[in-house]
Structure formats: structure tokens, C-alpha cells
């Protein structure tokens, strides 16, 4: 019985620092840079379609209402609502965001495919500016890694005070956007 519990208490002791050559070399360090970047590059791509349509640039200006919001679980909705184009016409029925609320009646774009309406003005904005905030924080430490890899000395505490700043930016953008998207 008293090996299990050295077992036990041995699986909780620190493990080893890893010695010289235990690390992923320059192509492996090189691609894990590259994967790096790209998660924090693909959010601003993705944000593109979004942001055109909350700032007006594309789609079709009009008003939402939000018919019904089905509880899928977990804490997600499945939202459905009303679109009715400014220029006049028949409603037409879209998915609206999930972070609606049944009865909601706001200002929209209705999507260029006709299937979708997201909201305008400063919180379509803001809502839709939550995801390049995320790719600030995912590349706020960059600079720093880049300049460890590199093994260069200088500039390496300015990285760190980049960092910080651009993930605290990224932080407030993130909450901002998410409180502009449930409001």
C-alpha cells in the first residue's frame, strides 16, 4: 500500500528542466512560428466579411426583428427573424444572430446571399471587431519570441512592454466587443 501513495506523491514532484538540444531545432521552431502567425493573422481575414457588413459597405440596409430563439443548449441559440429591406418589399425570413433575443427590433444588414442580417451601427461594429482584437492578443508576444528565437538580446524587454500593452488592448476589445454584441 505505501508504494501507491510514493506513486502518488511522485507523479506530483516537478518534472526535469529540459536540457540543451530539447528543442524543436529551426525548421521545427521556424514552422511553429509560421502556425503562430496564422492564428493570429486568420482572424482579421475572417472579420473582413463581417465588418463590411455592420459598417454598411455591403448587403442591403433594413430593419430586424427576431421572431424566435430556439435553446440548442449548453448556452447556445438558434435564432431566426424578420428582415425588412429600407427600400420596401416583402419581409424576408433570415438567421439572426445568436445573441439575439425574441422581439428584438434593430437596425441590419441583410448578408449579399439573403440568408443572414447582422447588425449595424457602433455595436455591429464593435461586435464584429471581437475577433481581430483576439488576433492583437494572440500576437501581442511575437515580437518577443522572434527575438528569443533569434537569440538576440536587444530589444527583448521593449517586446515584453509591446506585449503587455497589446494584450491588454486586446483584452478590452475583446470584452468591449462582446458587451456591444450582447447589448
Known amino acids: 500500500m505505501s508504494n501507491a501513495f510514493e506513486d502518488i506523491a511522485n507523479a506530483f514532484q516537478p518534472a526535469p528542466a529540459p536540457g ?20 493570429g493573422v486568420l482572424p482579421f481575414v475572417f472579420a473582413v466579411p463581417g465588418l463590411k457588413l455592420a459598417t ?17 443548449g449548453r448556452g447556445r441559440y438558434d435564432c431566426e427573424g424578420s428582415f425588412a429591406p429600407d427600400g420596401g418589399g416583402d419581409a424576408i425570413p433570415v438567421d439572426a444572430s445568436p445573441d439575439s433575443t425574441a422581439g428584438d427590433v434593430r437596425r441590419a444588414q441583410l448578408a449579399p446571399e439573403g440568408d443572414r442580417a447582422v447588425p449595424t451601427g457602433t455595436s455591429g ?24 528565437v533569434l537569440r538576440a538580446r536587444r530589444g527583448r524587454r521593449a517586446a515584453v512592454v509591446l506585449g503587455c500593452v497589446l494584450t491588454l488592448v ?14
Not at 20 to 39: E, F, N, Q, S, Y
Open 125 to 148: 461594429v464593435l461586435a464584429a471587431l471581437t475577433m481581430p482584437f483576439l488576433g492583437v492578443g494572440v500576437l501581442g508576444f511575437l515580437p518577443y519570441v522572434f527575438l528569443y
Open 20 to 39: 540543451p538540444g530539447r528543442t524543436p531545432g529551426k525548421v521545427g521552431m521556424a514552422i511553429l512560428l509560421i502556425l503562430w502567425t496564422g492564428l
Open 56 to 72: 454598411g459597405s455591403i448587403g442591403v440596409p433594413g430593419t430586424l426583428t427576431v421572431i424566435s430563439c430556439e435553446d440548442l
Open 170 to 183: 486586446s483584452l478590452v476589445g475583446v470584452v468591449t466587443g462582446m458587451v456591444a454584441a450582447y447589448s
